[in-house]
């Protein structure tokens, strides 16, 4: 089918008590195994890159292979800019195709977030794109984009505030997670989260999912997250995958062979996320 938006996808999660996996991909083997993951659990699933991805071979080439895939799916596939770091980026992915995009202005001040998020919202309303933002500084590193630094945390308030403002679709919240590997168990504020959702409508996004626990990302989910960002965990299971055959076979030189083992690893932790995320059979 067509590639689709997250509208309708995230507010039937919310309405659900789910939350659909967003997972970050890297090439072509990550791509095919988040859409074999999709199509063997029957979940909606949400493709994305980040500023670097998009860097290393461009939108174009990321958006044909995702829309590739969705064409040969029977569940819904969105594509979704990660972290958009401009608008003049927001913009080239809108203008290449993506049907979901974010606007990062979390490391601006309030105001600042608040003028960029809006003008990347009234940009994609013509064309009913999806628009994520991100309020609050979820830590540590993806990419080569860097966390946030002392108080990080979301103000409910001020969440609440936002989303008035800016017309936004979707909102990622900070509550204790962080991008990249942890150093040791992360402890999430929900009582923080279940303030956030008394006071904001739309749906929750949850970045920095890799190493959460999974009893907590449940927790999440029941209280309100709608949309759950796995990146991390994804390039480690495709890369042990690659590595392990390599380290039997030093001396394989065609890709396809150890390519497909890090794809099969890649299809086995999707497909452990979705049922995580409660998203099974919902597509």
Known sequence: MPLVTTNEMLLAAQAGHYAVGA??????????????????T??????????????????????????????????????????????????????????????????????????????????????GISVEAELGKVGGKEDDLEGGSGNPFTDPAEAEEFVKRTGVNSLAVAIGTAHGLYAGTPKLDFDRLREIRSRVSIPLVLHGASGVPDEAVREAIEIGMCK?????????????????????????????????VGRENVVRLVKEKMELCGSVGKG
């Open 228 to 260: 759950v960002n796995f990146a991390t965990e994804l390039r480690i299971a495709y890369s042990d995958g690659v590595k392990s055959y390599l380290a039997q076979d030093p001396k394989v030189f065609d890709p396809k062979k150890y390519s497909k």
């Open 42 to 127: 029957k979940s909606p699933v949400i493709m994305q890159t980040t500023p670097s991805t998009v860097k290393y071979a461009g939108l174009d080439y990321f958006l044909a292979m995702v829309r590739a895939a969705a064409e040969r799916a029977s569940v819904p596939i969105a594509m979704h800019l990660d972290h958009g770091e401009s608008f003049a980026l927001a913009m080239q992915a809108l203008r290449t195709g993506y049907t979901s995009i974010m606007i990062d202005g979390s490391h601006s001040p309030f105001e600042e977030n608040i003028a960029i998020t809006r003008s990347v919202v009234e940009a994609c309303a013509p064309s």
């Open 23 to 40: 997972f970050n991909v890297e090439n072509l083997e990550m791509v095919m195994a988040v859409m074999q993951a999709a199509e063997e």
